[in-house]
């Protein structure tokens, strides 16, 4: 007889960071980072405060003095990898140049780390995200 318990798999819980940048519209940094953790908690998972990147008050067109979503990319290629996910309230909290997000979306690709945007509820494991974000930045272009 086999016992129920030693057939069931175990949860893997992910270790996420959160990524937060002030701007001048919609969310202050604490209610991106709010929406963040509870979206983090309902989906059971980890969120570390070593781990949650606040760039406040900086351009959202380039990468150029985004200190913190650099240290994301950094800490991404870390080993051991620090966390799996990346959490970020809406894809428009990321650089505004095509070209640039593009490359943030392929490191983070390529060190098997996932993106999740609370505001379209699109996680980069969806089948939906690649074409999602072919139309952003199809829009970013103009």
């Known amino acids: 007889m086999i016992d129920d318990n030693e057939s069931a ?3 893997l819980t992910r ?6 940048k002030q701007s001048n519209i919609r969310l202050t940094a604490e ?9 983090s908690t309902s989906k059971g998972w980890d969120v ?4 949650i990147y606040r760039d406040l008050s900086v351009s ?3 990468l150029k003095n985004r200190t913190e979503l650099k240290a994301v990319l950094v800490d991404a290629q870390r080993s051991p990898r620090p966390f799996d996910y990346v959490v970020i309230e809406d894809i428009y909290r990321l650089p505004s140049r095509p ?8 490191a983070l690709r390529k060190c ?10 699109l996680d980069s494991e969806s089948p939906n995200f690649a074409s999602f974000m072919d139309f952003i930045y ?5």
């Open 31 to 39: 209610e991106q980072e709010r929406c963040c953790l509870e979206l």
């Open 99 to 106: 070209a640039e997000l593009q490359k943030i979306i392929a």
């Open 15 to 20: 270790k996420c960071a959160l990524y937060v």
């Open 48 to 51: 570390s405060k070593e781990r």
């Open 138 to 142: 199809g829009m970013r272009r103009f």
């Open 9 to 11: 798999k175990p949860v």
């Open 112 to 121: 098997a780390v996932g993106i999740y945007f609370v505001g379209p509820d």
């Open 60 to 62: 959202n067109i380039s």
